[in-house]
């Protein structure tokens, strides 16, 4: 039961990243219509989806009978990676905001 109810959890938070990565595209459609690259925040979403998709990955590993250690290692590792991009973006977004905030101040 514990276990399904973690899976469960999981599925509503890949679910929920997956509708906010939709809700940022649609926003940036509309406020940037010409663009034909990704916005940081999409992008930032769209790292949100998978890493709730790997840890939801890593719960239903770690729900089977009987338990695979390799296959939970490589789950693990696949959340650790996914979150390390998620890091990386994240700080890319700071480190401009920091850079706007700069720039305002010596203007």
């Known amino acids: 039961l514990k276990s399904g109810k973690k899976v469960a959890e999981a599925e509503k938070k890949v679910e929920e990243a997956e ?9 940036d459609r509309r406020n940037y219509p010409t663009n034909t690259y990704k916005t940081l925040e999409l992008e930032i979403a769209e790292s949100d989806v998978k890493v709730k998709e ?8 770690e729900a089977k009978e009987p ?5 939970i ?8 990676s996914k979150q390390a991009e998620a890091t990386r973006l994240e700080k890319i977004k700071t480190d401009r905001k920091k850079a706007e905030e700069e720039a305002k101040r010596k203007a």
């Open 19 to 27: 509708k906010k990565a939709k809700d940022q595209k649609e926003e």
């Open 54 to 61: 790997a840890e939801l990955e890593l719960v239903k590993e």
């Open 73 to 80: 290692k490589q789950a693990k590792a696949e959340v650790e």
């Open 67 to 71: 338990r695979d250690e390799e296959k």
